[in-house]
């Protein structure tokens, strides 16, 4: 069965510090895929990054980075230098091969204050 | 480009009563699936359509169901309304061939019972 866990329910940051998002999830396939979504108060999820399962490279997205291991199932969210705007929900995702439906877990809310 | 759209932003409704959600997908996209997010939860999978027919379908009973149109366009019904219906309900798009690149979500209708 697929699962989605992320452990940090809120965090609170002042801005400009470096905040990290953890996310473990769980399958049985070989071939996955990976999303990270942020939910800001409008309640429409955007779209932040897909990783493959057979693609560990991390990746940098201007203050955005993300840390995929397999060996450790976990796929882990970075803001660097934080700012009020990444005040969100953020939510990781698991699709297994067909991509049928995204496993979602509970969100971890980031509040930034000034 | 219009993204997902999603009517009506909110409704109230009183419990055994009927409902009736709607979206129109992304343009260039053929399939909708929809998601029910129970507050301070993570997105739940209730189902997909693709080619006017439901493809995969969540742990949602038969209370929940759906249609897509020619035009890609898609609703889903909730008979029979529980207080446990309460929640912000998602339309997701994307297109099957591409649908590992992710998928875009609308802003959702929130549907409070009561």
């Known amino acids: 069965a697929q699962k989605v866990t992320q452990a940090q329910t809120e965090i609170s940051v002042v801005e400009k510090e470096d905040v990290t998002l953890d996310c473990v999830y769980e399958t049985r396939d070989t071939t996955y895929y990976l999303f990270w979504y942020k939910q800001p108060p409008s309640g429409e999820l955007v779209f932040l990054i897909r990783r493959n399962s057979f693609d560990e490279q991390n990746e940098i997205s201007g203050r955005y980075s993300w840390n995929f291991q397999k060996s450790t199932s976990s796929f882990n969210f970075t803001i660097t230098a934080s700012q009020v705007v990444d005040s969100a929900v953020y939510f990781c995702a698991l699709s297994e091969a067909g991509f049928q439906k995204l496993v979602f877990g509970t969100g971890t809310r980031l509040l930034v204050s000034p | 480009d219009a993204g997902v759209t999603q009517s009506p932003t909110h409704l109230i409704k009183t419990r055994g009563q009927q409902v009736t959600l709607r979206c129109s997908p992304k343009?260039?996209?053929?399939?909708v699936s929809w998601y029910q997010q129970a507050l301070g939860q993570g997105p739940q999978f209730i189902f997909q359509?693709?080619?006017?027919?439901?493809?995969q379908r969540g742990n949602f009973p038969d209370r929940f169901s759906g249609h897509q149109f020619p035009n890609y366009s898609s609703e889903l019904n909730v008979n029979a309304l529980l207080l446990g219906d309460s929640a912000l309900y998602l339309c997701?798009?994307?297109?099957?061939?591409?649908?590992?690149?992710?998928?875009?979500f609308g802003s959702g209708t929130r549907l409070t019972v009561v």
């Open positions: 359509y693709y080619e006017e027919e439901e493809r």
């Open positions: 997701a798009s994307s297109h099957m061939a591409e649908r590992a690149y992710g998928y875009t």
């Open positions: 343009s260039g996209h053929d399939t």
